[in-house]
């Protein structure tokens, strides 16, 4: 459908996505409204985007949203919810503002955060993105220890916690933690929050707690809000490094949480019943890995980086308990090598004629049988008592090994490709589909010419060789080698979409230059392995 772009549209007209000036629009004006307690604001803004400049994705926006907002409300909380999200629980508001304001101390609650759940998951999680048994045990778990991770969405913050604050108890360190203090000049101000006299003001009335006592002409305010949304506002200031959102990696929400708590902070989860709000999950495979691979990424560029949780904790006020969970969460990626080599070992051993695990009537066998049910039988108690299905613990098994050996490992590599300084990582936005098929594919996976399915499609084709060679040659009397046999038929059931996308066509077939790319890569470890 086209638009008549006139009147206060006019701007929109001939604007490119990624080349524009600043738009501000006044949706609805609460003065005008002449109702005092009714809806705030409601304004639309569009930050300036030029080629030459850096935008820092969703990092980039939020800080733009801050000043803005901070300029025309400066109200002491923020809520942060995605594009993609609704408000699920209209009660979510209070539940939040209980957590904020009742606790004695307010370091206690830096920022609460809601788990993030999805109103069109599909049945049974086929994609293994839907979190619900992980926001469970592991959401409360870190809540116990009062360091939940900041999400990206569903978050409300202090306004003076994103401003670089600290905890009003900590006294003196504040200044050996963040530049933002109580005694700042007006010349520090400037480096810090830029050169916007009106943002410097709010900022300073936010800090202290007070009140906002911006005029209340808002025309005035919105021409004072475009110069803190150019894109050339950030330069020389703290933003993005000491204030604000943090920059310098993909998964800039865990990184901006990291560098509260190591302030001091601690932060709350909120889990109501309705559920507080709800998104749209990713759909099919080559969305939700990319997702997989922007988050191992981003995970990975933390903890190598100067702000990792291990130099948070000597250098600032993280405590060594919020340092391993943040640890935990960190090593995503650094697990598709372990795992890849843990895929692979079944294959080698059958190539090669040689073996990892004890024969059949050894009795050293039962160690790792009792290891994989008991396994097995906690991940599905854990499954069971959240109310999921069994097929739904199945899927999220089988996503975990496509995830870490696909998605986790392209994401390695980036980092290391970044380390090695031979190309910089990419930020991928994750495409949400939220159209409605009916033709009973939708929890199908898909695939693309992307390289990121290469390493699961390599594993898929060396496991079958190697199944080929060895039961062509296997003595079924002596039982030897059939623990390797049964591993690599494992990994095949786990690769069950792989196997399914090899002799599919569309969307749902695996393409031929990935199936050569794979045959050559399982062609090349067959005969290096047989030379070995």
């Known amino acids: 459908m086209e638009w008549d772009l006139i009147g206060d549209f006019a701007i929109f007209s001939n604007m490119e996505h990624k080349n524009h000036p600043t738009i501000i629009k006044v949706i609805r004006d609460q003065n005008e409204a002449g109702l005092s307690e009714a809806l705030p604001h409601l304004i639309y803004v569009s930050r300036e985007k030029r080629p030459e400049h850096p935008h820092r994705y969703k990092a980039g926006a939020m800080n733009v949203l801050t000043r803005v907002s901070g300029l025309i409300t400066n109200a002491p909380f923020m809520l942060n919810v995605d594009c993609d999200m609704f408000v699920n629980n209209p009660q979510i508001f209070l539940h939040a503002m209980c957590l904020l304001l009742g606790s004695k101390n307010e370091r206690e609650s830096g920022f609460v955060q809601c788990p993030q759940y ?43 916690v994103i401003y670089g604050s600290c905890p009003d108890d900590i006294g003196n360190q504040a200044k050996r933690l963040t530049p933002v203090h109580g005694d700042l000049s007006y010349e520090e101000q400037l480096r810090i929050f830029g050169d916007s006299k009106e943002f410097i003001r709010s900022a300073a009335y936010a800090l202290q707690g007070k009140e906002n006592i911006s005029p209340k002409n808002l025309p005035n305010l919105v021409e004072a809000a475009h110069q803190v949304a150019g894109c050339g506002y950030e330069y020389g200031t703290s933003w993005g490094t000491e ?17 509260i708590h190591g302030r001091g902070w601690r932060s709350l989860f909120c889990t109501p019943d309705p559920r507080a709000f709800l998104g749209c999950a990713p759909r099919g495979g080559p969305i939700s890995m990319a997702q ?6 981003g995970l990975l560029e933390i903890l190598i980086g100067r702000r990792s949780p291990i130099v948070t904790t000597v250098t600032a006020r993280l405590q060594l308990r919020h340092c391993l969970a943040y640890l935990s969460l960190l090593t995503w990626g650094l697990r598709s090598i372990p795992e890849l080599c843990y895929a692979v070992l079944p294959a080698y051993c059958t190539i090669t004629d040689s ?78 589909d939220q159209s409605s098929s009916n033709d009973g594919d939708e929890g199908r996976f898909t695939f693309d010419a992307s390289l990121i399915f290469v390493p699961g499609t390599t594993v898929l084709l060396l496991q079958l060789t190697a199944l080929i060679m060895g039961f062509r040659g296997m003595q079924l009397s002596d039982g030897s080698g059939l623990g390797e046999r049964l591993c690599s038929i494992m990994v095949v059931i786990c690769f069950w979409p792989f196997l ?22 399982a062609l090349c470890f067959v005969l290096l392995a047989k030379r070995a």
């Open 500 to 521: 399914k996308g090899l002799f599919a066509k569309g969307k749902y077939g695996i393409p031929l230059s990935t199936i050569f790319k794979s045959a050559f890569l």
């Open 355 to 432: 073996s990892f695990l004890p024969e059949v009537h050894e009795p050293a066998i039962y160690i790792y049988m009792a290891l994989f049910l008991s396994y097995v039988i906690y991940t599905l108690i854990e499954y069971h008592e959240t109310g999921l299905s069994i097929r739904a613990w199945w899927n999220n098994q089988r996503m975990a090994r496509i995830n870490a050996m696909n998605a986790w490992l392209c994401g390695f590599i980036s980092v290391i490709l970044k380390v090695f300084r031979i190309s910089d990582t990419v930020f991928e936005v994750t495409q949400k």
């Open 243 to 259: 204030v604000g959102w943090q920059y310098g990696t993909a998964t800039e929400d865990v990184l901006t949480g990291l560098m």
């Open 118 to 160: 999805f109103y069109d998951g599909l049945k049974d999680d086929p994609f293994g993105n839907q979190f619900v048994v992980g926001h469970k045990y592991m959401g409360r778990g870190v809540a116990g220890i009062q360091v939940p991770f900041y999400e990206g969405t569903g978050c409300f913050h202090r306004r003076k």
């Open 292 to 297: 997989q691979k922007r988050w191992a990424t």
